[in-house]
């Protein structure tokens, strides 16, 4: 007898579209009675102002809707489940009770625009946020009001050329190494800057000669990152820093990689002018399958005049006191949230520091470059390493050495997947021929790190053995390998009644 | 090891046999390649850790010092509003699977959240009267000011007029994103009725878009045929905002009066306020000008085994591909909050979220009702509104809100910095969370201050 629909085998489940679900006369919600009396929409708002369709919404029970969520979420990998080792994203564990104190009602039930007065608890925890901020970074005020690592980035490149501006110079290029995530070149072009892409040197780090030559009158700034993509120092940092500040540049440090230095060096100290945080990487805050993120920015004392606004502080008693909004930002580059920010991401960050204190932070940096550097040691007689070098929180390595098997990054990847992990960030940095980033974090065991290498070590016999299983993986999951170019080809981006 | 460090596994015994494969000396020597001088010489000065008992006490002792939805009646919308959320929402989302993943890269081990993503994808579409929704933006700001960038590529063209009635700090988001560009922003002006006036007037050849929020900051429900129309008959793009979207189930849908763009902020839709974020932006447009839009789209196609399936597509308008030539900067957005909204609108469904607006409805215009009769007050606008409106007070805004917070009412938003002309003033706003007793003391305290 065939199974019913809704089941495959042992507890993986079909699940249809939740339309799909729907059964007229189903009732998920339950509304207070109306203590006022009822009003005809077609009378207050008159006859034209009301909808006259039904949107696309489905009518199913709260089981249904209950059943159908859990069942979606079973398709997912998650850091919960195991390791996540994807590059560059910092997957490390989210505390739960982070979770918690985010839903608070002190903090999950406040609204941006209540009075100051209302709202004591809330402004310190995000002045204290801001404070610890800088002094992880060495930056001398941080503004917390990004959404996301790239709004900061997006930030950041518009206080430089509010800075350039403010001084009369009108400056149009903006230089990116060619290791550089693409949010770099694409906010620096969002605000109007032209690229130039720098080459990275052949030991996969920035060298001083090839900024000193694009260096030009012209150039705003230079955006890096360090730990490079690659997870590699940028040993020469501080001699490109004053390269640049020398012929009146700047400094924007992509901070996605700050869980490899926490305690251990601060790019304030190395020259960095500006710089943005992941608090959805480096301080934990989950990733909930995309975002929310939160992207403070922080700057050097020269760049505080052009920070969003508003700014918080702690007020003096001669303002009575407490904390306080502070709009007094003369060359600000104004707002670029409608409120202030992730404010639920600061919750948990802050509660994340708090737990870990300074020796905690450092130590989860030493944990994490000392399993990146693990991984390395015990894969690279088996995998190509793009640049062989002690690494900090992460390593590239390539599919180089599966060329003779045909087999590609991509299907290394799926068939990580039928074993039961996340992939690693694949086929970027762009740099390196179809790379391999693997990012472990601290959060992971070293029984933990032992089952990943002896699995990739047996794909990697798999590749030159039986090709063919790798090519078609993933075979565990309920989905197959899909079709991303018919996607593509025929968009279908919603779900339509027939 | 200490008690500090529950959230990392490692052992002293096994960090030396790590230390030891990789032919490392100590963990100092593992951070060779940064330059001795570029090392911190000194312990970060920070607090020091906290058990999870203690911190638990320290973030409820900063959460005691905030007024909420549970400490005070709650009038306070323009942008935020307060509704109440069903349990299985916040349950729901609290499955690791969707909380401790990623951007869902893997499609086959991320159906999850790409089903989700393309549900979220189809109500609000629907909502809207579009054909296709991305799968978020940071906010209803950013979403707006990405809209207008939008309109800007679209037309190849660099004036951008924005309706008075857009909330102030949208307008700012928009100056902030478009300031580094040649871009010219105009304001139109507002009506005696509190709708948009003077729209077609504002529009010329040069105009990319129109940007008109429904209902607007004043809480009036804008004519948006007339606005499309007052845009298209320049070739200008009408771009629509909705801040509060429980109004979409009850007001016609955007797209169908002749929005080319609909945006702004789902918060409504089950997520809390959390002093302003996260929330959920949302950017919805039709199928044909879908290549120039910002953002992820999932996507529905089929597996080898030609089962259907969902993915990430259209990618090559991203940042990951198209680097500086991207049609935006955005990676991260706000995953977790669109399905918080996907849930709560399956919840409440087809005819509950319409049920939901119209309580809304009714309680606005019982408060209203009982403005109208309190000697001293006022109802500034005459046009019609859905859960928010303008009451002019008697005295001044920020002595009407203290009487208010006596009663235990969070009485509004004073207008006096955000349109000084219209005297003292405040923005009301009622949802289903606003008793009929708590209206009623709030509208006697507002009125209090009458001669
Ligand atoms: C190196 C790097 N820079 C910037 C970003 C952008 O951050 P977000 O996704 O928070 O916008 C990322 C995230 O993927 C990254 O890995």
Redesign the interface.
């Known amino acids: 007898m065939r199974p019913g629909a809704n089941v495959t085998s042992g507890l993986a489940y079909e699940e249809p579209l939740i339309f799909e679900l729907s059964r007229p006369g189903r009732v998920g919600y339950s509304l207070p009675a109306s203590d006022v009396p009822a009003v005809d929409p077609a009378e207050v708002l008159g006859a034209d102002h009301v909808r006259s369709d039904d949107p696309v919404l489905p009518e199913l029970s709260e089981v249904d809707v209950v059943r159908h969520f859990t069942r979606l979420s079973t398709w997912n990998a998650a850091v919960d489940l195991g390791l996540y080792p994807l590059g560059s994203c910092t997957m490390k564990y989210n505390p739960r009770v982070n979770e918690k104190l985010a839903r608070l009602p002190g903090f999950a039930g406040g609204h941006p625009l209540q009075p100051a007065a209302l709202s004591q608890g809330f402004l310190e925890l995000m002045v204290e946020l801001e404070n610890q901020l800088a002094e992880v970074s060495g930056m001398d005020r941080v503004s917390l009001q990004p959404a996301a690592g790239a709004q900061g980035e997006l930030a950041g490149i518009m206080m430089i050329r509010a800075y350039h501006e403010q001084r009369g110079e009108h400056r149009s290029v903006v230089l990116v190494p060619d290791s550089a995530h693409g949010t770099n070149p694409a906010s620096a072009a969002l605000n109007s800057y032209d690229v130039e892409t720098i080459p990275s040197g052949d030991d996969g780090i920035l060298h001083p000669d090839a900024v000193s030559r694009a260096m030009t009158p012209e150039v705003a700034g230079i955006m890096l990152t360090n730990p490079n993509t690659l997870g590699l120092f940028e040993e020469h940092v501080a001699r490109i820093c004053e390269i640049v500040h020398a012929k009146g540049g700047l400094v924007y440090g992509d901070g996605a990689n700050l869980n490899a230095l926490m305690g251990i060096a601060r790019p304030g100290d190395l020259g960095i002018d500006v710089m943005h945080f992941n608090l959805h990487k480096t301080f934990s805050t989950p990733h909930g399958g995309g975002g929310p993120g939160s992207g403070p920015v922080g700057v050097k004392n020269l760049l505080a005049p052009f920070l969003p606004v508003p700014m918080v502080r702690r007020l003096a008693d001669s303002e009575g006191g407490g904390f306080g909004l502070d709009y007094e930002f003369p060359h600000s580059i104004g707002r670029l949230h409608g409120n202030f920010g992730n404010v639920g991401m600061f919750v948990r960050a802050f509660a994340y520091l708090r737990s870990l204190g300074p020796n905690g932070l450092r130590r989860c940096s030493e944990m994490a470059v000392l399993n990146a550097n693990y991984l390395l040691a015990r894969l690279r007689d088996v995998y190509h390493v793009a640049y062989d070098r002690p690494v900090m929180h992460e390593c590239v390595l390539s599919d180089r050495n599966l060329e003779p098997t045909g087999i590609t990054t991509m299907d290394v990847a799926k068939r990580l997947i039928d074993y039961g992990y996340h992939p690693p960030t694949i086929y970027f940095p762009l740099i390196v021929h179809g790379a391999i980033m693997i990012e472990p974090t601290e959060s992971e065991s070293l029984e933990g790190l032992d089952r990943f290498v002896e699995t990739l070590r047996a794909i990697e016999r798999e590749a030159r053995e039986e090709p063919q299983l790798v090519r078609d993986a993933p075979h565990r999951t309920p989905h197959s390998r899909l079709d991303e170019t018919r996607a593509a080809r025929h968009p279908v981006l919603r779900w339509q009644p027939d | 090891m200490?008690d500090?460090?529950r959230?990392?596994?490692?052992t002293p015994d096994?960090?030396a046999?790590?230390?030891e494969?990789?032919?490392?000396k100590s963990?100092d020597a593992?951070?060779?390649?940064?330059?001795d001088?570029?090392?911190?010489d000194r312990?970060?000065?920070?607090?020091?850790?906290?058990s999870?008992q203690e911190?638990?006490a320290?973030?409820?002792?900063?959460?005691?010092?905030?007024?909420?939805?549970?400490?005070h009646d709650?009038f306070?919308g323009?942008?935020?509003y307060?509704h109440?959320s069903?349990s299985?929402v916040?349950?729901?989302?609290?499955?690791?699977?969707?909380?401790?993943?990623?951007?869902?890269?893997?499609?086959?081990?991320?159906?999850?959240?790409l089903?989700?993503?393309?549900?979220w994808?189809?109500?609000m579409?629907?909502?809207t009267g579009t054909?296709?929704?991305n799968?978020?933006m940071?906010?209803?700001?950013?979403a707006t000011a990405e809209a207008a960038?939008m309109a800007m590529r679209l037309t190849r063209r660099s004036r951008v007029v924005l309706s008075a009635g857009l909330?102030p700090?949208?307008a700012?988001?928009v100056?902030?994103?478009l300031?580094?560009?040649?871009a010219v922003i105009e304001v139109a002006g507002l009506g005696e009725d509190g709708r948009s006036a003077d729209l077609a007037g504002a529009i010329d050849e040069q105009t990319a878009c129109l940007v008109v929020q429904r209902p607007n900051f004043f809480g009036c429900?804008e004519d948006l045929?007339g606005a499309a129309e007052a845009a298209h008959a320049s070739g200008a793009l009408l771009v629509v905002v909705v801040t509060e979207s429980l109004s979409?189930?009850?007001?016609?849908?955007p797209g169908?009066l002749g929005a080319d763009i609909v945006c702004g902020?789902a918060q409504s839709f089950g997520v809390?306020?959390?002093?302003?974020?996260?929330?959920v932006g949302f950017l919805a447009t039709d199928?044909k000008r879908?290549r120039q839009m910002p953002g992820?789209?999932?996507?529905?196609?089929?597996?080898?085994?030609g089962?259907r399936?969902?993915?990430l597509?259209?990618?090559?308008r991203?940042?990951?591909?198209?680097?500086?030539?991207?049609t935006?900067?955005?990676?991260?957005?706000?995953?977790?909050?669109l399905?918080t909204a996907t849930?709560y609108?399956?919840?409440?469904?087809?005819?509950?979220?319409?049920?939901?607006a119209?309580?809304n409805?009714?309680?606005a215009?019982?408060a209203k009702g009982r403005i109208r009769e309190t000697p001293g007050l006022g109802l500034r606008y005459a046009a019609?509104t859905?859960n928010e409106f303008v009451v002019t007070v008697p005295d001044s805004a920020g002595r009407a809100?203290e009487r208010a917070l006596a009663e235990g009412c969070?009485g509004g938003?004073d207008l006096a910095p955000h349109a000084p002309d219209l005297g003292p003033a405040l923005l009301v706003c009622t949802t289903?969370l606003a008793?009929?007793?708590a209206?009623d003391r709030l509208v006697g305290a507002l009125g209090a201050g009458a001669p």
């Open positions: 200490s500090r460090d959230y990392i596994p490692h096994e960090v046999h790590m230390l494969t990789i032919g490392a963990i593992l951070f060779e390649p940064i330059p001088e570029l090392r911190l312990p970060l000065d920070l607090p020091a850790a906290l999870e911190l638990t320290e973030l409820t002792a900063l959460a005691a010092r905030n007024a909420n939805t549970d400490s709650w306070l323009a942008g935020t307060a109440f069903p299985a916040d349950a729901l989302i609290q499955r690791g699977e969707f909380l401790t993943a990623y951007t869902p890269y893997q499609a086959e081990i991320s159906q999850g959240t089903q989700a993503v393309f549900e994808q189809t109500m579409a629907s909502l054909e296709v929704a799968a978020s940071y906010d209803g700001a950013s960038l909330h700090h949208y700012e988001v100056k902030s994103y300031g580094g560009l040649d429900v045929a979409l189930a009850l007001l016609p849908p169908a902020e809390p306020m959390s002093f302003g974020g996260p929330h199928q879908v992820r789209l999932a996507g529905e196609t089929v597996d080898s085994h089962k399936g969902f993915v597509t259209l990618s090559t991203e940042q990951h591909i198209r680097r500086e030539r991207a935006s900067n955005i990676c991260t957005n706000q995953g977790l909050c399905l849930i609108l399956s919840l409440l469904g087809r005819v509950g979220l319409r049920r939901l119209e309580l409805l009714a309680k215009e019982y019609p859905f809100l969070v938003l289903e008793s009929r007793d209206i």
